[in-house]
DNA sequence: TAGCATTGCATAGCTCACTATGTAATAGTA
DNA sequence: TACTATTACATAGTGAGCTATGCAATGCTA
């Protein structure tokens, strides 16, 4: 049970559940959060310029956006030039949470690396992207 | 994107399909890893004795368990003092699997920490083992 | 321009995590 | 001993990921 994958499986788990809990009084979840970073950065983008910008499935993004469309943070219009496409919008209430989230996320990211020096939370940093890279390759000619 | 939680989550769902691609033609799938491995050190516990070897829910365990019978990889009998509890018996299946399964898992997290050096991964190691326990006394007083 | 290929998105079905709750069986106690 | 509490496990329902597949609209080309 110390092995990387385990070690690593264990602390997102842990990790997704904490955020969970803080941004239950905004009335959104984990999953819906990488969504919503994006659409607070730039608003009315199609499934397919979000999707771009996430590294999820395309599946699982529409029935992430169906769950956030049924929670009332966005709404989806039809794309003026395609007809295949739709456009998403944030609804007040998915725009009003992006301050009190931003800080969650930020305080949670404090807080779990706070026993790290700085250096040491720099490396980690450092070793996850090396880590991610190197998983990317591995199952990639 | 670059926030530790983000990179936590992404590198843990990489893993896990990368896991599951390679154990696949044992039979076997993720979550059924960190049981097998407690039934292989000790085989005939009961549902609570392995939860308590594990860091999962017991409702989850007991679904993976019925996975794993459905799968022909456990099988389940009444407990010889307590008809309210059921021991948990690898098939031969199960065990045949043991030295692939080990095999695999310990080549994956050989290869996903290649890029580090020694004395980085062992960092990095420690350092995972410690954002968990800190994650752990965030939400326990 | 008719027909085929591609694209954008949705749906189905799976795993695997969670919480909440139900159901027996066992244990403890008035 | 008859209740009540606790325990062991199962079930229901949700989220969030995946692959595979379907469907309609669009684009390309012979």
């Known amino acids: 049970m110390n092995s ?30 990488p969504a919503l970073l994006a659409l607070w950065e730039k608003d009315g983008l199609t499934q397919k310029e979000l999707l771009a910008l996430l590294d999820i499935e395309q599946a699982t993004l529409a029935n992430t956006l169906t769950r956030m469309e049924r929670d009332e943070l966005i709404t989806r219009k039809e794309h003026p030039a395609d007809a295949r496409a739709r456009t998403i919008h944030l609804t007040d209430q998915g725009r009003s949470i992006r301050d009190s989230a931003y800080q969650t996320a930020m305080q949670i990211n404090e807080e779990v690396l706070a026993d790290l020096s700085e250096q040491e939370a720099h490396a980690f940093l450092d070793y996850m992207r090396r880590v991610i890279g190197k998983i990317k390759d591995i199952e990639s000619p």
Chains 1, 2 share one sequence.
Do not use: D
């Open 4 to 33: 990387a994958g385990y070690l690593v499986n264990n602390m997102a788990r842990l990790l997704v559940e904490v955020l969970r809990k803080r941004i239950a009084p905004l009335g959104i979840v984990p999953g819906q959060f």
